[in-house]
Nanobody, 121 residues
Framework: QVQLQESGPGLVKPSQTLSPTCTVSGGSITTHYYYWSWIRQPPGKGLEWMGAIAYSGSTYYSPSLKSRTSISRDTSKNQFTLQLSSVTPEDTAVYYC?????????????WGQGTQVTVSS
């Protein structure tokens, strides 16, 4: 059973970059044909898929966030990291990492517990 665990700063100042990391255990992030995604949920709102990095290293981003988003990985640590730049208070959310064989959250078989990130001065 694959397990995912998010980590990173819980408080980020406006205009800075938030960068949570997801550590994966019980499986490799290079395993064919998995996609490793970041999803967020702002307070009182639904889930928003942000982007993913595939087993091959290819990346995919939500069009609405593409200009501010980057996802990278460290295969030696079995981790992948989200970077969201130029943040505003509207980026305050619980950030989740998850994996599946598609990019649809409905197909994600494993999720992390989520990490709260607050954007505030």
């Amino acid at each position: 059973q694959v397990q995912l665990q998010e980590s990173g700063p819980g408080l980020v100042k406006p205009s800075q970059t938030l960068s949570p990391t997801c550590t994966v255990s019980g499986g490799s992030i290079t395993t064919h044909y998995y996609y490793w995604s970041w999803i967020r949920q702002p307070p009182g709102k639904g889930l928003e898929w942000m982007g993913a990095i595939a087993y091959s290293g290819s990346t995919y981003y939500s069009p609405s966030l593409k200009s501010r988003t980057s996802i990278s990985r460290d295969t030696s640590k079995n981790q992948f990291t989200l970077q969201l730049s130029s943040v505003t208070p509207e980026d305050t959310a619980v950030y989740y990492c998850a994996c599946g064989v598609t990019l649809s959250p409905a197909d994600f078989g494993s999720w992390g517990q989520g990490t709260q990130v607050t954007v505030s001065s």
